[in-house]
């Protein structure tokens, strides 16, 4: 029997979805199962996205651009010159999702063996992208402590070697939430320039920020034109996940043109996602508005659930729909496999991605999950009881001190 590849020996499952199989076992039993394991908003998809493609009138459903439709790239200029990122349609290069527009700019600005630093804990799937093109991934630890803050400048650069290439940044920030001061950004633009290196902005959450938070990004920047890559997606903006519909953007030709050639092999991103993202340009402020009220509303009442529980701490996010909570349990892995499997309130319970999957580090998240905060008040509350419940009985709970202790490298 012929064996599979290394690469795909070390692929890493992703800790979003591999207890998937469990919770669908539970929903067989007859089990309602609260789903914050994942970001698949409950937000209903503007009407106008929707319509678009209701109406398509095509006799052949043709191949599009490598680079995407002109008149998308033309409508998507709109979207981001109202934000003052100062862009031509030559600098978008439209993916099949912000996944692909992350593994194009690591195939196209990274060679194998080369290190990219990344603040943890981070998306998860940036293991696998980073796998799939053969990088390194050279974690830095970000603490509950401070809500997640950008490590300090002294940090990063205690990790940086000949091999370093870029840093990748998430803002605001899946999995912790955290939203990027202005202050940061700038200490990020120095080291950058100091040592000559990309920054991958991925600006998936841009839209969610929160108690009057400033969004910032690279792209506002004044002297990193050459260094930015910014990787972007219509799934969250618009909850419209299922719609693969991603960029990548920058002002750097060479990057451009290389990143075109990956495009170009790939052949082309779908049309009807495209037809869909023009129409999603012209979605009105008021919907945002109503957005960001209901995600707030929604943060609020998981945060403050939270940390009424014993032995739970959370910190309050400035941004996307996410957060990283602390437990009282030995293992987040055998816990939220454990709240499938075994534990049931009501005939309810609740499914969550355990935060050793967004880490690197050996060892760090053990006692931490990631909630995802996609669903309606009512259901987050009675997701909460549920919880609430099950960490009374759960036989790995700790206790006093051991409850506090994250379990980091020394």
């Known amino acids: 029997m012929p064996d599979i590849s290394l690469k795909g020996r070390h692929m890493p499952a992703s800790p979003i979805r591999k207890l998937t199989p469990f919770a669908e076992k ?118 509950m402590e401070n809500s997640f803050a950008l490590p300090s400048i002294s940090e990063f650069e205690r990790l940086i070697t000949e091999k370093t290439r870029a840093i990748i940044i998430c803002n605001p920030n899946n999995p912790t939430g955290y939203l990027y001061s202005r202050e940061e950004m700038e200490a990020l633009k120095q080291l950058v320039l100091k040592y000559d290196l990309y920054l991958f902005s991925d600006e998936a959450y841009r839209e969610f920020c929160y108690d009057g938070r400033e969004f910032i990004s690279p792209m506002h920047l004044t002297g990193l034109e050459e260094n930015v890559i910014v990787m972007d997606t219509v799934s969250k903006r618009y909850s419209a996940c299922g719609a693969r519909l991603g960029c990548l953007i920058t002002k750097n030709k060479q990057v451009l043109t290389a990143a075109l050639k990956f495009a170009q092999a790939r052949l082309s991103p779908g049309m009807l996602e495209q037809i869909a993202g023009e129409a999603a340009v012209d979605t009105p402020d008021s919907y945002f508005d109503a957005v960001s009220i209901e995600y707030t509303h929604r943060r609020d009442v998981l945060v403050n659930a939270l940390n009424k529980m014993e032995g739970v701490f959370c910190p309050n996010p400035g941004g996307a729909f996410y957060v990283v909570a602390r437990l009282p349990i030995d293992n987040s892995d055998k816990f939220c ?26 060892g760090a998240g053990i006692n931490e999950v ?30 006093g001190t051991e409850a506090l202790h994250t379990t980091l490298p020394v």
């Not at 790239?73 to 030559?90: C, F, G, M, S, V």
């Not at 309606?376 to 206790?399: E, F, W």
């Open 26 to 143: 539970a929903k067989s039993e007859g089990k309602k199962v609260y789903h914050l394991n994942i970001g698949q908003p409950d937000i209903e998809t503007p009407e106008g996205m929707l319509n678009a493609v209701k109406n398509i009138q095509f006799k052949v459903w043709a191949y599009t651009a490598s680079e995407g439709t002109l008149s998308y790239r033309k409508k998507l200029i709109q979207y981001y010159n109202k934000l003052n990122y100062q862009l031509a349609p030559e600098n978008i290069i439209v993916t099949t999702g912000g996944s692909e527009a992350i593994t194009i700019a690591m195939m196209t600005c990274l060679n194998p063996g080369d290190e990219v630093i990344i603040p943890e804990p981070f998306y998860a799937n940036y293991n696998g992208f980073a796998c799939q093109s053969d990088i390194v991934v050279k974690p830095i630890l970000s603490y």
């Open 370 to 399: 990631r909630m995802a905060y996609v669903l309606n008040s009512h259901d987050l509350n009675k997701a909460m009881i549920c919880l609430d419940k099950a960490l009374q009985v759960y036989p790995g709970r700790l206790t």
């Open 337 to 362: 496999q454990w709240m499938l499997e075994e534990f049931i309130h009501e005939n309810e319970t609740v499914m969550m991605a355990p935060a050793t999957g967004f880490y690197s580090t050996a």
